[in-house]
């Protein structure tokens, strides 16, 4: 047999336990995984080759005692003789325990009655031998038929749970960037909201200024008492009231009557 495992031994495999069946040798030791040992067709020929033969025989031949032979070696036995210390076909692989070899139970001549049964019951062994490797490939294959579909099945769900980590991650980053967004938007309004504040607080302060300054200079008028006391001209409803009365013009920080009236202009005269 080509190759060897460790220490020399054979290497791992399938090789006759001496029970009627298979069993896996992991390359150093036997486990406990058997399954039926399949039977040559040669084999099979010469069992049923020699059950035709008793057959015939026992047709003509007298009934003569059972003599025992010598045990020869099954030319399918691939494991050790009966003593566990040695190994004949394979160095290296010691016989299972209880290893019985298929010489001891065989017999080269058939020539009794007790013989055809056995003949037939060997047969039947091996017939039965052969359905069962098939029911072992049957199920074998089902075997591996079922773990393909899981294998399937847990790719199809893995396959599904990526789809859905990248949509779940997507939908992250958008509302990241969309919120980031909006919160720019809000500081860019509230600077230009203070900008424009500022330049209107600045336009107005300068248009008073501008007003002031080119207010028409009046002379002081001397104040009459016209019924307003004080020293001060009566005061109207308006100023078309006053300018009708004869009174007018009053100036922003110098009469007190300008405080009474609407400066709509806002040069700092009112009543002009």
């Known amino acids: ?39 040559p067709e040669e084999t099979v020929q010469e069992e049923v ?20 032979q010598p045990a020869t070696v099954s030319r399918h036995a691939h494991a050790a003789s009966a003593d566990p210390g040695t190994a004949n076909d394979l160095p290296g692989l010691t016989a299972y325990p209880g290893y019985v070899s298929e010489s001891a139970v065989r017999r080269s001549r058939w020539t009794t009655k007790p013989k055809i049964a056995s003949a037939a019951a060997v047969l039947g062994l091996l017939l039965g031998i ?30 599904a749970r990526i789809k859905e980590a990248d949509r779940q991650s997507d939908a992250a980053q958008q ?14 309004k509230g600077k230009r909201d203070e900008l424009i504040k500022d330049a209107v607080d600045e336009a107005v302060s300068e248009a008073n200024a501008n007003a002031e300054a080119e207010a028409p200079a009046l002379e002081p008028r001397t104040l009459v008492d016209g019924g307003g006391g004080g020293g001060t001209d009566p005061r109207f409803d308006t100023c078309g009231k006053a300018n009708a009365a004869g009174y007018g013009s009053y100036r922003r920080g110098v009469d007190t009557e300008y405080n009474w009236y609407q400066d709509r202009d806002n040069d700092g005269v009112v009543c002009e």
Request: charged share 25%; no cysteine.
């Open 1 to 39: 047999m080509a190759g060897t495992g460790e220490g020399g031994n054979p290497p791992a495999g399938w090789y006759p336990d001496g029970q009627g069946q298979t069993r896996w040798w992991d390359g150093s030791r036997w486990t406990e995984i058997t399954q039926a040992q399949p039977v």
């Open 49 to 68: 080759s020699s059950v035709e033969d008793v057959l015939a025989e026992e047709s003509s031949a007298p009934v003569e005692p059972v003599q025992e």
């Open 130 to 159: 052969g359905l069962g490797q098939q029911s072992a490939d049957d199920a074998v294959e089902e075997a591996q038929d079922g773990a393909s579909a899981k294998i399937a099945e847990a790719q199809l769900d893995a396959d």
């Open 175 to 188: 509302e990241a960037i969309d919120k980031a967004v909006a919160d720019a938007m809000a500081t860019e």
